[in-house]
């Protein structure tokens, strides 16, 4: 699958699509892949204030638990409800209907530390 | 750190795309583009197969000629396994345990009474550890061969279709093995489902898997055989077993049979007598939080045990875990609760088979 070039990347494998102040937070295809058949996510309260870098919640396949963090700071205004009954859309629709958070950015200069899909994808051959 | 060994399938594998894992020593494959669920599913409903070449295959046979030929074998069996091989009949098995002097398990095995040797069945992770052990007891055995079969790989094929999906001919009865034509196999099963594990030399054992493919069997990766045996409450060597858990705690005390001196007897007896400390029982949960190995477990504010293995049951789309518990905790159908990420999550105990 192609990493989508309208959105930014962590090397912690989320991604965020960047809409104004508004920003949607979901995980990569690889990082789906990795994981496996997804079966929860342990989501943020909503006006939780995130910081960059730091925990926000968890993914839990069938085989492992893997933590989320979130790519930039923000405070959470949405969640993606429809993953509490069917978590496997992170693996079907990873940039999409797998989408996990919606935040309002607090820090927009932070963006200069993710990464480009090309120089996402430059890491992931880099880290094989 | 030596290199990761390879089963004669790993192309095969690769060619289907699997994602391959270290395990025990070997890349294995851990599931395949279906991903696990679908792969459980297929062996809960219908039928699958696992490469588990990687398992340890040790035959035991005696030189002696004037003796009856496996009276060694069988003597040094029951000096290593609680299990009593001499009621075998030939082309019976047995599950049984490799027992440490302290009641702890060196390994859980199964024991195969063949015409003219007995065949173990062994944890890939404790082969060698395994081999060594009876290195160790078999000096006393002056005409005993013990024969490590590296030259063998095992294709297990399960679910409640595989014998007519296979045509196999003859269905030998639950822990029975036979032959059809040159293949040797058994009805065994790590599932909670019937199935049959093939023995196939090395060399063969690619045409007879593609045969199978052929056949529609979906391969299935180590992950659904994980949750498989957890649905089913079969424990495994390194979570539910180890050195210091004895085959009493994990629950299998029609495995140990005292009338024959086996190593670790004398302990055995005296946790038998003064009653074990833990047992091995399965959780169910409502959350959707999943309890990994190592978790705790709680009644009220007491811990009373740990999780040796948790996962996601795709039969029952709840969160299961086995775990060992205080014995006065252990009733079917207690509300307990289980500690994950400093969280309670409530469970309830229940018979170690969960499907």
Known sequence: MENPNDRLYSKEHEWAKIDGNKVVIGISDHAQDALGDIVYVEMPKIGAELSQMKEFGVVESVKTVSTLYSPLSGKVIELNDGLSSSPQSINEDPYGKGWIITIELSNPSEKGSLLSSDAYEAFLKESK | MSALKKTPLYNEHIKLGAKIVPFAGWEMPVSYPPGIIQEHLSVR?????FDVSHMGIIDINSKS???NPNNEALDFILRIATNNASLLAINEGQYSVVCNE??????????????????LVVNASNT???????????????????????????LSVQGPKTKDILGVPVMPPRNHCSTWGDLFYSHTGYTGEDGFEFFIDSDALPNVFETLLGLGIPPCGLGARDT???EAGLPLYGHEYDDNTSILEVGYPWAVKFDHDFIGRTALEKQKEAGVGQKLVGL????KAIPRQGTEVFADEKKIGVVTSGTFSPTLKIPIALALIAPDFSRQGLNVSAKIRDKL????????KMV
């Open chain 2, 45 to 49: 409903n219908s039928c699958g197969m």
């Open chain 2, 128 to 154: 060698e550890k395994v081999l060594e052990w009876f290195t160790r007891y078999s000096k006393d055995f002056e005409n005993l061969t013990i024969t490590n079969r590296t030259d063998i790989g095992i």
């Open chain 2, 228 to 230: 498989l045996r957890l």
């Open chain 2, 102 to 119: 302290h009641g702890g398990t060196v390994d859980d095995i199964f024991v195969f009474r063949l015409e003219d040797r007995y065949r």
């Open chain 2, 284 to 287: 169910k949960f409502s959350d």
């Open chain 2, 345 to 352: 999550y409530p469970a309830v105990v229940n018979a170690r």
């Open chain 2, 65 to 67: 000629e004037i003796r």
